[in-house]
């Protein structure tokens, strides 16, 4: 099978990307501890960008020192971290036709900082920190628009293509989106169009700061999977008002860090056995598709098999493929698959990658056992020479 359609250039907006793939933003916990780039994450980033996806989509930047996941996470709250994201850009550049966006977030209400207690549009405790967030005042609510704003245009002076904003899995801006966590009755409350009021008055002023060619995309939260959270037909008429707004790209999700505690069950498990529990998302994006005119479609969740990503971009079913657990192990995939090796990615979905980042940088560790098979069987074997 010849993988056309997955190695076809597309545009976002007008930014074109040179193949389908693109790499989901994932925390990789390699910043310098308070937040600057450091060698460790520009390393990381190249050898993502040497393995042939053809978008990057950065980790977790914080717009806030509050709203950070954890150390050694990077931030863009300040104008001394730009210089370090330009040196990150520039050599993601070094590589041909690699564009790379800057996801920028905060933790909201499933925030843990030691120092600065969790947010929400409304009080509300979370079931996995034990913590009840504190609820926003509205000029709160605009300082925080303003912080993400100007976050996004320090991304856009320091040569990113372009930025996604983070509103999924239960972070600060999908719980404006989520009934869970938003129970206001003001204007950023109380209807799908005042719930999602954040997101377009972010994307409105940041698009007066910036170019206005330079496009800004959004991971969205399309369905909680808890009792009383945000519904898939919900979250259809967000991202109607999201595509209607100018954003330039979608990439669908769901599930917070709640959701495998309640309804478990209903939630689309990431730890895949087989081919029948891979493109968890697809039929969201089936949804989503035929809504879609000028903004494109990026489907993640559990894609292993070329040929069957190669499928649904065929039908139509969307404009990407986004991948990051497969990466880890193989930031190599995509030139891979490009070489004709249509082996399926080689990651197992065991989900220890997300474990690892909770002590280290995350990674792997799959591939980091056998990188030390490798090393002693090569150390053993010139030990007997």
């Known amino acids: 099978m010849v993988l056309e359609k997955l190695f076809s250039a597309e ?38 960008a040497a393995g042939g996806t053809g978008l990057i989509i950065t980790g977790f930047i914080a717009v806030d020192v509050g709203g950070t996941i954890g ?11 730009i210089s370090g994201q330009q040196k990150l850009v520039e050599k993601v550049h070094d590589f041909s036709e690699v564009k790379i966006a800057a996801q920028i977030a905060h933790t909201g209400k499933q925030g843990s900082h030691p120092k600065f207690p969790p947010i929400s549009p409304s009080k509300v405790k979370d079931k ?12 709160e609510i605009e300082q925080f628009i303003q912080k993400f704003v100007n976050a996004g245009y320090r991304a ?21 989106i989520s009934p869970y966590t938003n129970r ?27 170019d206005k060619n330079f496009p800004i995309i959004i991971k969205l939260q399309t369905q909680d999977f808890v009792e009383g959270g945000l519904r898939l037909e919900d979250g259809i008429k967000i991202a109607n008002i999201i595509m209607k707004s100018g954003f330039k790209a979608i990439e669908p999700s769901g599930g917070v860090a709640e959701t495998q505690i309640g309804t478990k069950d209903a939630y689309p498990s990431k730890i895949i056995k087989t081919p029948d529990e891979e493109n968890y998302f697809l039929p969201t994006a089936k949804l989503l598709k035929p809504l879609m005119k000028d903004c494109k ?80 069987s090569l150390k053993n074997k010139f030990s007997n020479i």
């Open 128 to 139: 996995t920190t034990g913590l009840i967030a504190r609820e926003l005042t509205k000029e």
């Open 184 to 210: 206001r009755s003001d204007e950023f409350g109380g209807s799908i169009e005042k719930m999602t009021r954040i997101l377009v008055l972010i994307h409105e002023q940041l698009k007066e700061m910036t």
């Open 11 to 48: 545009n976002i907006g007008t930014v074109q990307i040179k193949n389908r793939i693109v790499r989901s933003a994932t925390f990789s916990r390699r910043a310098e501890k308070y937040g600057k780039v450091g060698e460790q994450m520009v390393d990381f980033y190249q050898e993502l």
């Open 297 to 376: 479609l990026i489907l993640v969740g559990g894609i292993k098999n070329p040929q069957s990503a190669e499928r649904i971009l065929n039908n139509g079913h969307t404009d990407f493929i986004s991948m990051s657990r497969p990466l880890l192990y193989e930031p190599d995939l995509p030139q891979r698959w490009q070489s004709g090796d249509l082996t399926p990615a080689k990651c197992i979905s065991c989900n220890q990658c997300y474990l690892s980042m909770l002590t280290a940088p995350t990674h792997c560790i799959v591939r980091k056992k056998l990188e030390r098979k490798k090393e002693r």
């Open 71 to 81: 150390p050694f996470q990077a931030r863009l709250d300040d104008d001394s971290y």
């Open 156 to 176: 856009y002076v320091s040569g990113y293509d372009m930025v996604q904003l983070h509103a999924a899995h239960g972070y600060f801006l999908s719980n404006f």
